[in-house]
């Protein structure tokens, strides 16, 4: 690959991450991350109010096996 190319290649990658497009989607895979800290904070909270994994689940769309790693809030 030539210098030129490796230039050019290089400037439309930076073009690329600054788009609105790219920037929009990492945004919404931060925010689906802090969404899931949230339910899990709560799915916590839930097991030390003596609901079962399962009604956890059902109310939160958390996965299961998320839940049943948790252990209950303190």
Do not use: C, H, W
Request: no cysteine.
């Amino acid at each position: 690959m030539s210098y030129n190319n490796s230039v050019a290649n290089a400037n439309n990658l930076q073009r690329i991450e600054n788009s609105p497009y790219f920037v929009g989607r990492l945004t919404e895979a931060q925010l689906e991350e802090e969404r899931k800290k949230v339910l899990i904070k709560a799915a916590r909270r839930m097991l030390s109010d003596g609901m079962t994994p399962e009604l956890i689940q059902k109310y939160l769309n958390l996965d299961i096996e998320i839940i049943r790693a948790l252990k209950p809030a303190s």
